[in-house]
């Protein structure tokens, strides 16, 4: 069994940055692939990054060159580093956790989700 809770949202102004935090329990961590989603309102879910246990990292395209996700085992914690935020990337980040190794894109293929942290850009 893996909990999940994220922090580090809050409402900021276009262009800044924000790091969200996911901190995992359960002596698995290190053997799981993690992602983040996230959920705007009447919107699905959808991937935003991702971590393979060996720390290998795939982003969508739209925070390509824009975030950083990173993981630290020894603290069974996950990171996203978010710059130049823009309004329209207002919504619900969740971070989830696999019980396998390899990543996926897809919400479907993890066991595990947090309460999510909400990030409000403002223009």
């Known amino acids: 069994q893996v909990q999940l809770v994220e922090s580090g949202g809050g409402l900021v102004q276009a262009g800044d940055s924000l790091r969200l935090s996911c901190a995992a329990s359960?002596?698995?961590?290190?053997?799981?692939?993690m992602g983040w989603f996230r959920q705007a309102p009447g919107k699905d879910r959808e991937f935003v990054a991702v971590?393979?246990?060996?720390?290998?990292?795939y982003y969508a395209g739209f925070v390509k060159g824009r975030s950083t996700a990173s993981r630290d085992n020894a603290k069974n914690t996950v990171y996203l580093q978010m710059n130049n935020l823009k309004p329209e990337e207002t919504a619900v980040y969740y971070c989830?956790?696999?019980?396998?190794?390899?990543?996926?894109?897809?919400?479907?293929?993890?066991?595990?989700w947090g309460q999510g942290t909400q990030v409000t850009v403002s223009s």
């Open positions: 971590l393979s246990a060996s720390g290998y990292t």
């Open positions: 359960g002596r698995t961590f290190s053997r799981s692939a």
């Open positions: 989830e956790a696999r019980q396998t190794t390899t990543w996926a894109r897809s919400d479907s293929a993890y066991d595990y």
